[in-house]
């Protein structure tokens, strides 16, 4: 691989017919971080979370009303309404996201997006998330990529779509002013639900191995109780934010907090967030941001090299993610040959039409096609997200439905020189036998679908 061709593949998305080879491709993913769009138009129109929010508060009032007028026919038609709205804008959040990233000329930052978006993972596979997952990654990570850690962490774990995903609207702290309330009435207590504080210390922050006790994460969900979702029954009273998220101090377990051997005796959600504001910069999560970072890069085994670059970055420039970017681009470690990247299934179909100039795929067709290949968006199968190594997704039935997939695209592309196009993706490092493959195909249509499943475009 050239260094223009791992400038396109491994750090952008893939190449497209149109672009021009970078004199300076290491200059050429530097200067995306300054033309990158946090809000392009397509993304922009997408509903928000708060009206996500206001689809699924709806589909209560209907049923509630339905049985007070003894209606329950009509409310189911209603409901059904309501959820084929649901659907239609997870479809179009998908288009939007995947169109973003077929036209994009700053691939590399939109990499990122989809990086942090998987770090901090929320599910459609839980049926309340599915209308606001798109808004979580457009909302929490699209503003904040080119800012810092700490900003992120902050607008990611606190948004509707993370308290829905991990049950945080439910938590109420043991001795919060409701809970003192339903003691009195003899009304069973209300539970602290440790979820999102387990998961930010794994997973968002300090990692599996980052030093914190169960302690720790019982004390911080203590802290985090509060934290809601505007509109639902509990949260009448509270403060609503412009996410769709919502303060209400009367679930808040009162009472300084003490995590990971630092006292924290701050009021209200001040006091959450401090807590987040101190594992943002905690050498630990320095070390897992920077494994994670130098996998997705530079190969399944992140060079401990690498991680000690990015993890030194981090610290010193105290969570800028540019900086961090900066490191990357910077590392040897990245611009090896080998090993290369096993590109995930959204990675891969990205850069197919980009390849082929996006083969007027529209929103539903598209949706099935990452379906089909096993990665749903927004869909992992656990807050873990979804895997950043090629043992997951280099299955023989994957393959095959990559293989099938790529046919596909062919047969809707009007590409006639593939030849060409695949010197051009690839330059010298085109394999001999896939070019020989290529020029003996019998069409064009049979030897692009032979490019889009080469070895050379299933990594990176």
Not at 113 to 129: D, E, R
Not at 136 to 159: C, Q, T
Not at 171 to 176: F, I, L, R, W
Not at 194 to 205: D, P, Q, S, V, Y
Request: proline share 6%; hydrophobic share 35%.
């Amino acid at each position: 691989m050239t260094p223009t061709s791992i400038a396109w593949n491994r750090f952008g998305l893939g190449g497209r017919p149109q672009d021009q080879l970078p004199d300076d491709p290491q200059r050429w993913l530097l200067d995306q971080l300054d033309r990158y769009d946090p809000r392009p138009a397509g993304i922009a129109s997408q509903p928000s979370s708060t009206e996500a929010i206001e689809g699924y508060l709806s589909i209560r009032n209907i049923r509630r009303m339905a049985r007070e007028s003894n209606a329950e026919d009509r409310g189911r038609e209603q409901v059904q309404e309501v959820r084929q709205t649901v659907r239609r804008n997870y479809l179009q959040a998908v288009a939007a996201r995947g169109q973003q990233a077929i036209e994009s000329d700053a691939p590399f930052a939109e990499r990122m997006v989809h990086f942090w978006s998987n770090h901090f993972a929320v599910s459609v596979q839980k049926n309340q998330v599915r209308g606001m997952a798109g808004s979580h990654e457009f909302e929490a990570i699209r503003p904040n990529v080119m800012g810092n850690f700490r900003d992120m962490l902050r607008s990611a774990v606190l948004h509707p779509a993370m308290f829905i995903y991990l049950d945080q609207f439910q938590s109420t702290g043991p001795n919060s002013q409701v809970s003192v309330r339903r003691r009195r009435r003899g009304r069973d207590e209300a539970g602290l639900n440790e979820n999102l504080a387990r998961e930010i210390l794994e997973l968002h922050t300090l990692g599996a191995q980052g030093g914190y006790t169960q302690t720790d994460v019982t004390e911080f969900a203590r802290a985090l109780t509060g934290w809601t979702v505007a509109g639902i029954s509990r949260a009448r009273r509270a403060q609503t934010l412009p996410n769709g998220s919502a303060w209400a101090n009367y679930l808040h377990e009162p009472g300084s907090r003490t995590v990971m051997g630092q006292t924290y005796r701050q009021d209200g959600h001040e006091q959450s967030l401090a807590i987040l504001d101190t594992i943002a910069k905690h050498p630990s999560t320095a070390k897992h941001v920077a494994t994670k970072l130098a996998r997705h890069f530079a190969g399944d085994e992140p060079p401990e090299t690498m991680v000690a670059r990015l993890e030194k970055t981090f610290l010193e420039s105290e969570g800028n993610l540019p900086s961090l970017y900066r490191a990357i681009v910077e590392s040897p470690e990245a611009w090896t040959v080998e090993p290369v990247k096993f590109r995930t299934p959204w990675e891969w179909s990205i850069a197919i039409l980009r390849a082929t100039g996006g083969s007027g795929m529209n929103a539903r067709r598209f949706t099935r096609m990452q379906q089909e290949l096993g990665q749903v968006p927004w869909g992992p199968p656990s807050p873990q997200g979804y895997p950043d190594t090629a043992n997951n997704w280099a299955a023989p039935d994957a393959l095959i439905r990559r293989v099938e997939v790529a046919a596909q695209i062919a047969a809707l592309s009007r590409e006639g020189d593939v030849p060409a196009l695949a010197r051009h993706l690839f330059q010298d490092g085109l394999n001999d036998s896939t070019a020989t493959w290529i020029s003996r195909a019998e069409s064009p249509e049979q030897g692009l679908a032979l490019l889009l499943s080469s070895p050379e475009m299933m990594r990176r």
